[in-house]
């Protein structure tokens, strides 16, 4: 697995350095640039219609130079260096911390964004130490998709708590089909799967080796002990578990809205949403907020730094967060958008209700978020083939604490 993250040390020499020295290219007057990951076809076409009706709206071109969201940090860093950042970056909101960190980031608060509206799990997804760096346009979380014919052919209901869901999965694993599919790979998207089940739990981030870490971790050994899991789980993105679920190789399927389009496609599959069972009836679902958030970089050039922040401001308000949130998929940001986009697509209803509980990644850790994303990566590898979840916890807080 490639390390994702950059290092702080030199992420803030990097961007320190182009921050004091200013900005060092000439730009024209009227042309903004927008960095982002939209390098699907789909979405790189969503938000060129965005940006044009943003551009038209203010006034000046807005072009967007699109990159994979695994360079986007990297790509951020060495234009910094060169003094020729884009006027907008569109981070992972589990990356912009340690751009923030380093001082490259322009409060957008300054810059005349408001986060009325906004709820407060989804305001603190675009924060970094209480201040507001990123507006989200959409963000996502995950939930439970089910085969509503194999389902109801087997006589069950959807799982509600982790008992249900284990004795489900149990009931549904017969003749080469899995009864659940998820993703515990040594990348982001298996720590992405696990923080529900640590969450809902009452596990914490920064007590790794803590008792209800290490129960949720122990679960998912249960899953795999009982056959209900493949064991080529260790090794599956969260497309890999979605090839799995429309092929009829998994009844159930831990995943996102990113993969709606995909299974629509499909019209024999009749699939339904949940939310993530929870350990005891009655306890919040809670998982991880994902998504991207739109940051002004720091220039040096105040003036035009003001005018990105109204191209922000137009693409993530209320209109543009409801048009992009029904192309994608994912819910918008902005709680009366979310309200009108609950109407327009009630299937996915208990998706936002998911969202309305789910947290950052990084409220807590900020910066740090990424020691622990790669030892919970270390752990799952570990404990699903064979060693103790306690014993891979263990190491993983070792991990986690020394940044090795």
Known sequence: MSKRFTSLATASVLVAGAALAGCGQQRDADVYTVMNSSTDESYHRWDAEAMARCGERLGVTIEQQSVPAAQVMTKALRMASSKSLPDIVQFDASEMPTFAEAGGLVDLGTLGLSTDGIPEGIVEFGSYKGTYYGAARSVNTLALFYNKDVLDEAGVRVPTTWAQLRETAKQL????????????????????????????????????????????LDYWKGLLTDGSLSKSTVNWTQADVNDQFMAGNAAMMVNGPW?????????????????????????????????????????????????????????????????????????????????????????????????????SRTAQLGAGWSSVSLALQSAFQSALTGQSGESALKRAQQRATSGN
């Open 173 to 216: 694993t017969r003749d080469g089909r899995y009864g659940l599919a998820l993703s515990a790979g040594g990348a982001e998207d298996g720590v992405f799967q696990f923080l529900p089940f640590m969450w809902s739990n009452g596990g914490d981030e920064s007590d790794l080796d803590g008792p209800k870490v290490v129960e949720a």
């Open 259 to 359: 993969q709606v389009e995909t299974l629509n496609g499909d019209e024999s599959l009749h699939w339904g949403l949940a939310p993530i069972p929870v350990p005891r009836a009655g306890d919040d679902s809670v998982g991880p907020l994902g998504g991207a958030v739109l940051t002004v970089p720091n220039t040096g050039d105040e003036e035009r730094e003001r005018t990105a922040g109204r191209i922000v401001a137009c693409l993530s308000s209320e209109k543009e967060q409801l048009t992009y949130a029904l192309n994608s998929w994912m819910v918008p940001a902005n709680a009366r958008a979310a309200a009108a986009w609950r109407e327009r697509v009630p299937e996915l209803d208990s998706l936002a209700d998911q969202v309305a509980v789910a947290r």
